[in-house]
């Protein structure tokens, strides 16, 4: 851990430059995103350098930060976009401190997967089903975007987010890395029913848009479109995006748990 440079108080600059990384276009100029919260800003700073740490009226008790500033109450809550803003906010390069190569078998991808807290608790539930890399297409929402940091609860600092031509990324896996794609579809095969999940030795699974699902492109890239079945009768045509994510990735974690002999 680096120490901290001299405490000063916060300047008008730094405070505008802040408030800008609430949009995409500045954070993809200046490198930089923002965090709150002392355990969430704990969390990303294992993951990614911190530049400056912000914090009210209060010793700081993290360190790590190239700089550090100390603000009012007042001066919190107009940087906060929190309802009830905490103690601290942080900003952090984007660029990830250099992390291991992915070996999983398991990738997720993201075809259009637009709303922020989906997207959050996705990345989110990734890290606790020990998923480290997630491809995204480039119509995904951003990782960065303060909240998606928020949701993820520092969760991001332990995996590789990559945006990038899905279609063609889906194809290469599957043709070069032998990885089966997978997909979710209100068409598909029973996941119950299905070889699917069990079968693949390295797998790649794909979760569509809130609304769309699937694009065409990426459904062609698809070795077998798989279904989440309701129980009893269901009057909501789908379940949420996040919570799907996280039954495919738990049935998969299932499936291969159980093939395991300890």
């Known amino acids: 851990m680096t120490p901290f440079l001299q405490e000063m108080p916060l300047t008008r600059a730094e405070s505008k430059w802040i408030s800008r990384l609430r949009q995409k276009k500045y954070r993809d100029e200046t490198g930089c995103f923002m965090a709150e919260g002392r355990k969430c ?3 990303l700073a294992a993951g ?12 700081p008790d993290l360190e790590g930060f190239a700089s550090l500033r100390q603000v009012t ?3 919190m809550a107009e940087l906060s976009l929190l309802t009830t803003p905490t103690d601290y906010l942080a900003v952090f390069l984007s660029a ?16 259009g997967v637009q709303d922020p807290g989906n997207m959050g608790t996705i990345l989110r539930t990734c890290d606790w089903m020990g998923v480290s890399q997630v491809l995204c297409s480039r119509q995904t929402a951003d990782c960065f975007a303060p ?25 290469q896996l599957r043709s070069e890395q032998g990885y089966a794609v997978l997909g979710t579809t209100l068409e598909g095969h029973d996941i119950y029913q299905s070889a699917a999940l069990a079968d ?4 790649v699974l794909v979760m569509g848009n809130e609304g769309n699902g699937l694009t065409p492109a990426v459904r062609q890239c698809l070795d077998e479109q798989l279904f989440l079945p309701a129980y009893g009768v269901s009057h909501v045509e789908s379940l949420n995006v996040a919570v799907a994510t996280a039954w495919v990735l738990a049935e998969y974690r299932r499936i291969h748990s159980s093939a395991i002999t300890l």
């Open 96 to 111: 990830p401190v250099r992390r291991a190569e992915n070996t999983d078998s398991l990738i997720l991808a993201l075809d």
């Open 200 to 203: 693949a030795e390295k797998v």
């Open 147 to 171: 909240k998606v940091v928020q949701a993820t609860m520092g969760a991001l600092a332990h995996l590789t987010v990559t945006y990038t031509d899905l279609p063609e990324t889906l194809c």
């Open 41 to 43: 800003i704990e969390e």
């Open 73 to 75: 109450a007042r001066q």
């Open 48 to 59: 990614f350098d911190g530049r400056l740490l912000v914090v009210r009226d209060q010793a």
